[in-house]
């Protein structure tokens, strides 16, 4: 049986990530919730991986730390299932989440993953501006020449779309301004229903994490009462 140590659904992009990839592929798994900016959360985390981050994927013995990792670790058990069956796109699929894990620094820290708020739409800077062309830029483009099976990157959901959810919801809860082929990709994700039970049970959570809270009044705040 796999367990899956996540954080805080409303602001762990990174969780959200393998948590969809495992969902969508109809897999058991346990899951251990270590909420973020608590006391005991550095040792809780250390406990499962010398790294103290999550996600860590736990299989029997094995521990698998770090996003890409745990993807490539679900690829070798599912085989064909993760990264696209042909080759070049595959390569794609794998070039653009390395290039979406280990970038679009600007949007990440302007615009944290908040699944709790939304926000009106305004010009959050030319970095900003930068990274969301370059996003739309790779999921036209990964979309024409390998989309036509299906709604997602690839046509059905992979790896890729995976690791964009939560750039996803970004574009969608701070309103960036996105092109009808973007925002139609955004409702395919948007509207699966793994993210949905994965955003309902965030929006249960109590926790408010300030380092992941802007400094801005949202339209709507669905947390707001709790
Ligand atoms: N490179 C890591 C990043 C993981 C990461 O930054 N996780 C955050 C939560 S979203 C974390 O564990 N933070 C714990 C802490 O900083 O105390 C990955 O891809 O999994």
Redesign the pocket.
Known sequence: MLTLVI?NKL?????LRPWLMMTELGLAFDEIVIP?DQPD??TR?LAHSPA????ILLDGPLRV????AILEYLAELHPGRVWPADRAARALARSISAEM?AGFGALRSACPMNLGKRFARRDRGPAVARDLARVEAIWRDARARFGAGGPFLFGAFSGADAMYVPVVTRLDTYDLPVAPDTRAYMDAVLNLPGFQAWREAALKETWIVPHDEVDEEPLVDHRAGR
């Open positions: 954080a602001y762990s992009s990174w969780s973020l959360t550095a985390i103290g981050k999550v996600p730390w770090d996003t890409l894990h």
